[in-house]
Nanobody, 123 residues
């Protein structure tokens, strides 16, 4: 079983920054593919970013490219999402997802999910 625990959400003004963390644990955590998704009220869950743990290759949704950065700390088994130049449309619950076998932007390809952390961007 893999456990994912997100933290770092909060309220920020437009143009501000936040850093989300996702701590991964569990005997079966294979350190392959970890991703961030988000879900705004009344909308479907959408892909934000993904990272191949071993190669550190990254992928981003067009809507966040150039503003968000996904990274990992191997010693801490933690993935980060640095979010800069935040916009009101970034407001959502952000979820960490793992432990994918290959890169995918589809939520159904990830077996494990954290509880989510709320990010609210005020205008």
């Amino acid at each position: 079983q893999v456990q994912l625990v997100e933290s770092g959400g909060g309220l920020v003004q437009a143009g501000g920054s936040l850093r989300l963390s996702c701590a991964a644990s569990g005997r079966t955590f294979s350190k392959r593919m970890i991703a961030w998704f988000r879900q705004a009220p009344g909308k479907e869950r959408e892909f934000v970013a993904a990272l191949n743990w071993n190669t550190v290759t990254t992928w981003y949704a067009d809507s966040v490219k150039g503003r968000f950065t996904i990274s990992r700390d191997n010693a801490k088994n933690t993935v980060y999402l640095q979010m800069n130049s935040l916009k009101p449309e970034d407001t959502a619950v952000y979820y960490c997802a793992g432990d994918g076998t290959y890169y995918s932007s589809h939520a159904s390809d990830y077996a494990y999910w954290g509880q989510g952390t709320q990010v609210t961007v005020s205008s």
